[in-house]
């Protein structure tokens, strides 16, 4: 069975948009996307809302030997958040992800080198901002984004994304003052499982969009 919900990311955002007319204040938002795929999906949202759009840029930090198991991420200049409950299981210390957590800040350099070149990171104290991506799994790059903007004094937090887990949405309460999403299937295996269009989002893709927008 299926459970495709959108053409691709620019139909997502579309529809997410419409969906957060009623929940974001401000008549300019700063809209916040989670690079890659969120930018795509945060472009349309700040299209229609009238928002700034820009970039927190936030990275994984997986598992010793099974990086695609998210066991905490890391957020431009922030700490890292991991899951604690997890470690403990796993038998993993803080010091065991040294090398990963150096990996990734590394790659949240380029990528912040990359998307804004000269440009400081958003200013984001007291503004409302909607943080942005194509979807959660487990919400952990989510969370260590959303406390990077928290802790830069914005008045208030959305997260908006197109499709979730049900479980990573309950997880990321506490986190922001609201969450808005369109799509939670019963049994969720990935995000892609919500687009017939799931196709890498590049680095040109992601200047081209913010580039727009300016």
């Known amino acids: 069975m299926t459970c495709t919900r959108f053409v ?9 948009a419409c969906a957060l007319a009623g929940h974001v204040h401000d008549e300019r938002p700063l809209v916040l996307a989670l690079p890659r795929g969120g930018v795509p999906v945060a472009a349309e949202v700040a299209s229609a809302l ?14 010793p ?12 200049d922030g700490e890292p958040v991991l899951d604690e409950l997890t470690l403990a299981d796993l038998g993993v210390t803080e010091t065991d992800l040294a090398e990963t957590i150096r990996r990734e800040r590394a790659e949240i350099d380029r990528r912040t080198r990359t998307y804004r070149g000269d440009r400081p990171a958003p200013a984001v104290e007291g503004r409302e901002v909607v943080v942005v ?5 487990t919400g952990v790059t ?28 309950r997880d990321l309460a506490e986190d922001a003052d609201a969450i808005v999403s369109l799509h939670a299937p019963p049994y969720f295996y990935a995000v892609g499982q919500a687009y017939a269009d799931f ?16």
């Open 8 to 16: 691709d990311r620019t139909h997502a955002g579309r529809e997410l």
């Open 50 to 63: 009238g928002g700034d759009l820009d970039i927190v840029v936030a990275r994984k930090i997986g598992a």
């Open 65 to 76: 030997g099974q990086p695609e198991f998210g066991i905490g991420a890391l957020a431009e």
């Open 133 to 137: 991506d194509d979807g959660l799994a």
């Open 142 to 169: 989510a969370r260590a984004a959303l406390r990077w903007v928290r802790e830069n004094g914005p008045r208030r937090v959305v997260l908006a994304v197109p499709t979730c887990a049900a479980q990573a949405e």
């Open 199 to 214: 196709r890498q989002v590049t680095d040109d893709d992601v200047l081209r969009l913010l580039r727009s927008h300016r």
